[in-house]
Nanobody
Framework: QVQLVESGGGSVQAGDSLGLSCRIT????????MAWFRQAPGKEREYVAA????????SYSDSAAGRFTITKDNADNTLRLQMNGLKPEDTAVYLC???????????????????WGQGTQVTVSS
């Protein structure tokens, strides 16, 4: 089993920066990638960014590209999301997720991930 615990959320003003972290513990053998998703009230879970387990290749949604940076620290198994130039529409619960090598669903959809954290709230005011 894999456990994911997010931290770093908070309330900021538009234009501010915020960094999120996700601590990964448990049986991590066989994981192929990690990702950040977000979910606003009344909306579906939305893909933000993903990175291969070895941390060498990353991908971003159109809304995140150029503003957010996903990284993975292999030394301490921590996933991070640096968010710059935050906008009110970025307000959501941000969740980290882990994907097994055997999972075949696309990495940009929620069903493409097998383990989830509990989420951390990010609120951006104008």
């Amino acid at each position: 089993q894999v456990q994911l615990v997010e931290s770093g959320g908070g309330s900021v003003q538009a234009g501010d920066s915020l960094g999120l972290s996700c601590r990964i513990t448990g049986r991590t053998y066989g994981l192929s990638a990690m990702a950040w998703f977000r979910q606003a009230p009344g909306k579906e879970r939305e893909y933000v960014a993903a990175i291969r387990w070895n941390g060498e290749t990353s991908s971003y949604s159109d809304s995140a590209a150029g503003r957010f940076t996903i990284t993975k620290d292999n030394a301490d198994n921590t996933l991070r999301l640096q968010m710059n130039g935050l906008k009110p529409e970025d307000t959501a619960v941000y969740l980290c997720a882990a994907r097994k090598q055997s999972t075949i669903a696309p990495f940009t959809v929620a069903r493409g991930y097998d383990y989830w954290g509990q989420g951390t709230q990010v609120t951006v005011s104008s």
